[in-house]
Structure formats: C-alpha cells, structure tokens
C-alpha cells in the first residue's frame, strides 16, 4: 500500500487456516481510503443458527458504514452444513476474525481499539460472545491479542442459550460458558440490540433482561424495538427496516465517536 491512498476499495483475505478449510474475510474500505490515515473497524457475522448462512447477509451494511468512514470486514467462519462443525467452533473462528484484524491493524489502516462487532441471529450471538465470553479460543489463536470488540451491534441476537433458549439442544450445560446473557462482567462493551416485538426466537422479556443486566454492570445498552417485527426483519430485502436500523446504528457509532457528520442517504 502506497501512501498517496487506495484506489481498491474491496479485497479479500484469509485469516484462518484450519487444516485443509480457508476462512476469508472481505473487507471494504471507504472511497477516500488514505493509508497514512487510521480508520475505525467494523466487522459482521452472518446469521443462520451456526448452521449455514453466507457473508452476503451483511454486504449492503458493510458498504453503507464504509461509505462512513469505517473498513469493513464480512467474516466468514465454520458452519455445520459446509463444515460438520458445532457452535463452539463458529465462536472459535468468530473470535480469531476479531484478534486477526486487531492484530493487523497497521495492514488495514485502523485504530485497534475502534472495532465494533456485528451480526444478526447466530452471527449476533457470535458478536456478543467476542466481547462477553472468555473460552472457546483457538488453539492456534494468538491469546496475547485481545478478542473484545469495543461496541456491539447486535441485530436480533441469540443472546440465551440456556434451557429454553436457542440451541441450549446443541450446546447443553456448556451453555453457562457460551451463552452471552450468562456472562455479561464489568466493563462489557456498549451495545446496540435491535428486536422486532413478534421475533419466534428471541422473546421480547430475555431482550428486556439482558438490557437490565448490562445497566446492572454499569453498561451502556440501547434496545430499539420493531413492533409487529419477525425474525431477519432487518435485512436488506425488507428495505424500510434495513434503512431504519441502519440509521439508529449510525446514530449509535456517532455518540462513540466512531464516525460524525450526518449520514449522506
């Protein structure tokens, strides 16, 4: 990378290698990208019940926030269907994107403590338990680089994975270790969750607690309900919804101070 900026905007690299599997990452870069200026980070995990999915959930979202002023990254990571893995593992690779990207800060041109996680469903859980639960780390994982993001934005999360939450079926009592509602401490990071009021998966009451429990600690958690709103509400496809929840994200990441100026829509 020169210094008199990056006319690429987009690229794609590999940050794990588990045996004969590649995990990417694509990253976005904002157009006026500058090498020798240093950019907040901002990376998404796709949803799908740790189970399937794809990093094109989350292209739309990571284009908008490059677009202000962030470098984006669509992490890919281990899933049942294309890899015959649990849920442990997919936390396993989710962790591994976060301390890959801090630990390449200077390769990608960001502040390492300006990387806000984010994911929808499973991928949520995911950006939850990167900043909330301490095990599940790869053996191959530099443990020296920290895997907390320093925000949250969590669209429709599985944040309970206890008996009666979502996969409690799959990850059993190790639920009390995995599940982000269980494992909320001081100095968890601020957070945005977005919850449509109709979601099959995620009861309105277990958002409502986790928001306690985060203020319990002293955290900042904003909780921002859609009413009459199912599962994925947000996603691109439904265009009103996608706009809205994007638009209270900016809103969020500015009072950070992770991005500023209006959104330009």
């Known amino acids: 990378m020169g210094s008199s900026g990056l006319s690429q905007t987009h690229e794609k690299v590999i ?24 950019y907040p980070a901002m990376v998404f995990f796709f949803g799908g019940g740790w189970k399937g999915g794809t990093t094109k959930q989350f292209e739309p979202h990571a284009q908008y926030f490059a677009g202000r002023g962030m470098v984006c990254f669509l992490a890919d990571y281990r899933v049942s269907s294309r890899h015959g893995t649990t849920p442990f593992e997919s936390l396993k690779d989710a962790k591994s994107a976060v301390r890959y990207i801090r630990k390449h800060a ?30 599940f780390n790869d053996s191959t994982d530099d443990l020296s680089v ?7 934005v969590l669209f429709n999360p599985v944040i309970d994975n206890g008996p009666g939450g979502y996969g409690y079926e799959r990850v059993g009592e190790q639920y009390k270790y995995f599940s982000p509602l269980h494992n909320i401490s001081k ?18 009451e277990t958002a409502r607690y986790y928001q306690t429990v985060m203020e319990q600690v002293g955290s900042r958690c904003e909780l921002i309900l859609y009413e009459e709103e199912g599962h994925g509400f947000f996603n691109y496809g439904s265009r009103y919804n ?24």
């Open 15 to 38: 940050y794990k290698q588990i045996d004969t599997i590649s995990l990417s990452m694509e990253v976005y870069y904002p157009a006026n990208y500058q090498s020798g200026e240093t």
């Open 106 to 135: 200077e390769r990608f041109h960001i502040e390492p403590d300006s990387i806000i996680a984010s994911g929808g469903s499973a991928g949520g859980h995911l950006a939850a338990a990167t900043a909330l639960v301490d095990g």
């Open 146 to 152: 920290s895997c907390r993001p320093n925000a949250l």
């Open 187 to 204: 100095d968890a990071p601020p957070t945005i969750f977005f919850l449509g009021t109709e979601d099959d998966l995620i009861p309105v």
């Open 242 to 265: 996608y706009w809205q929840t994007v638009l209270k994200a900016d809103e969020f990441l500015r009072s950070l101070g992770y991005i500023d100026g209006d959104p330009d829509l």
